[in-house]
Every structure is written in structure tokens, then in C-alpha cells.
């Protein structure tokens, strides 16, 4: 199932491809990242084979609460995942992987209640709460990627440091993802010949060295203009989205880079004192918002409905873009991470509805 609303290039650079976005194909790398922070993967073309469809209901050896769990996550989430990875990864790769390999299979069903839980937030499941539900599944998910290791697996265990960086996320833990997605992106550049899906994966290199940033360039980066009557267009809000949360994530991969320097793929020299650390972070935490209220207010004019799959992508990278902030200064200098995190899953239900 191809995602709604998220527009495609088949023709641009790897890296506008990879981000859905209209590549400006200049040469030798195209200004559209350039002027966004990412780094141009170049104009290599590449077309992925296709993977079939495995439907859920046909594992073997899965419950009936299993079940629901990953029809849940075919039906609602993997449609609508952010991320650089093809477009193919969440909707049709995870879902076969999942068939054949226990620990994606856990770890997805992880994904898929912790994603309902977010989403029906107020409405707690019967039985045993969904997030208990989610970390059973995540922690037989890390007890047998033990034998993927063993086995040598690389492909699985790069999409299982995926998987493990979604669940950290949705458990509001960001330092934690940015290991599993740190760990990830060793095995890529370490074992990119032997991979069979190693160009799945090129946007998780890229996504990475793009936000690799001194201090200085992190002063300087000049803060995403929004419009005051709201937006024209998708892209016009796509483009403005991926301006905030390069300039998010460059700020978070800057402290992650200072604090844990042997984990970080690409160094960064982060310079940055508290003052401003917490001041540039307050400020994107209000562009985030002022950016979901500017989507809000063009529902009629960008044809947006309710229950729509663009809406709800348009959703899910903002809700992301400000998970990967609760690691913040600014957010734990206000309160601790977890209550930080529950804050914020009140205010997406506020804001968003």
C-alpha cells in the first residue's frame, strides 16, 4: 500500500527519493537538500524488487491477540511511518520479515500497540494494558536477536536496529533509538557488500551524516519561515516540516553526539552552552506547533479529511519530530522524561484531536 499524501520522485536524487519530496535534480547535488541540511545521495538510480505482500492472517503459530496486532500495524501503521527509508520498508519488507522471523514478528506487533496506545490514548484496552503487551513483546524480540547474531543474519538484525529505534521512540526514549539506529548504521557501512537489502538502507547513512553539525552551523541555521495565512499546499507544508525537523534533529543528534561520542556514527563538535541549547529548542518546539496549527487551519484547502491517511502521516512526523525532542534540555529541565513524554502525548491529542 503506497502512502497517501506523501508525494514521490521517480526521477531526482536518492536522498529527495527516499524523502518523497520533488527533487530540483540539479548537479552535482540538488539544492533542495543542500538548502534543507541533508546530504545529496546523488542521482544513482535504483529500483528495489518488488516484495510480497504477506498477509497476517496467514502466520503460522501467532495468537488471535497477535494477530489483531499486526493487522493493526499493516492496516494503520505502516502506511503512515516517517522515516528515509524506502517506502516499501514499512509496508511490505516489515510485514514479510515478520512471517519468517520471530524477532521482527515481536517487535512489530511492539510497534503496532504502543502506536495504538498513543493513539487511543484515553480509551485503555480490556485485559492487560497495551503498553505491557508491547514490552513482553520487546523483550523475547531482544532475547532471540541473540541468535540472529549468532546466525550472522545481517539483514535481519539491520532491520530489527530499525524496529528496536521505533519502539524506544514510542516509548518515549530517544536516546535510546539513536543507539539501536547508531548500531544500525555501523552494520550498513561496515558490511554494505554483503548485505542483500544494504540499499534499502541508504537513507539511514544519509539520514545520519545530514545531521551531523558544529555548534556554529547549529547557530547559524536560520529559523523556517511559516506562513501566516496557513498553507496552499502539501507541499508547501512537506518542505516547511522537513526544514523544522532537519533543524530538530541536528540540535538532538548534537547533544547525543556530546554526551555518548563512542556511539555516534558521525562525530559532532557540540560547543553549545545550556542557555542555548534551551533557548534554539524552545523555539522549534513552538514552530512545531505553530506549523501543526498552520496544517489545522488549511484542512479545507488542502482537502485534508479526518480519518485520511495524509492527515494522519501529517500527524505521526510531527508527533516523531517532537518525540525525538523529550530527550532535550529544555524538556527535562522542565520535568522528568517520562512525565515529559506523557505531556506530550496529551498535548498531540489536544492539538490534533
Not at 487551519?297 to 500527524?315: E, F, P, W
Not at 525532542?325 to 505531556?343: C, D, H, I, N, V
Request: overall charge positive; charged content about 15%.
Amino acid at each position: 500500500m503506497a502512502r497517501t499524501g506523501i508525494r514521490r520522485t521517480h526521477t531526482g536524487c536518492i536522498t529527495c527519493k527516499a524523502r518523497r519530496v520533488k527533487c530540483d535534480e540539479a548537479h552535482p547535488s540538488c539544492q533542495k537538500c543542500l538548502t534543507s541540511g541533508w546530504k545529496c545521495g546523488g542521482y544513482q538510480a535504483w529500483v528495489p524488487k518488488p516484495l510480497r505482500q504477506i498477509q497476517p492472517s496467514t502466520i503460522p503459530d501467532a495468537g488471535a491477540s497477535d494477530l489483531r496486532a499486526l493487522d493493526f500495524y499493516r492496516q494503520r501503521v505502516g502506511p503512515i511511518l516517517p522515516g528515509q527509508l524506502h517506502e516499501g520498508f514499512w509496508t511490505r519488507l516489515v510485514p514479510q520479515m515478520a512471517h519468517t522471523e520471530n524477532t521482527i514478528r515481536h517487535t512489530t506487533i511492539a510497534i503496532s500497540l504502543l502506536y495504538e496506545d498513543i493513539l487511543y490514548f484515553s480509551a485503555p484496552s480490556a485485559g492487560i494494558p497495551r503498553e505491557i503487551l508491547a514490552t513482553s513483546h520487546y523483550d523475547l524480540a531482544i532475547q532471540q536477536a541473540i541468535s540472529l547474531s549468532q546466525q550472522g543474519n545481517l539483514d535481519a538484525i539491520l532491520i530489527c536496529s530499525i524496529l528496536f529505534a521505533g519502539v524506544e521512540l514510542l516509548r518515549g526514549n530517544p536516546r535510546g533509538a539513536m543507539l539501536h539506529f547508531g548500531h544500525g548504521t555501523r552494520i550498513f557501512n561496515s558490511n554494505n557488500d554483503n548485505l542483500g537489502l544494504g540499499r534499502s538502507f541508504g537513507g539511514l547513512d544519509d539520514e545520519f551524516s545530514g545531521y551531523a553539525a558544529t555548534a556554529e552551523q547549529i547557530l547559524s541555521t536560520p529559523r523556517v519561515l511559516l506562513p501566516t495565512g496557513g498553507f496552499t499546499s502539501l507541499d508547501q507544508a512537506w518542505d516547511s516540516f522537513a526544514g523544522l525537523n532537519s533543524n530538530a534533529m541536528k540540535l538532538q543528534f548534537a547533544l547525543f553526539s556530546r554526551d555518548t561520542p563512542s556511539e555516534c556514527p558521525a562525530q559532532t563538535n557540540s560547543t553549545l552552552r545550556p542557555a542555548t541549547i534551551e533557548r534554539i529548542e524552545w523555539g522549534l518546539h513552538l514552530d512545531l506547533d505553530a506549523w501543526a496549527n498552520a496544517i489545522l487551519s488549511s484542512k479545507d484547502i488542502l482537502g485534508l479529511q479526518q480519518a485520511g491517511h495524509t492527515l494522519q502521516s501529517l500527524k505521526i512526523n510531527w508527533l516523531v519530530a517532537k518525540l525525538w525532542m523529550t530527550s532535550g534540555l529544555y524538556s527535562t529541565a522542565r520535568m522528568p522524561r517520562q512525565k515529559a513524554f506523557a505531556e506530550l502525548i496529551q498535548n498531540f491529542h489536544n492539538l490534533w484531536g
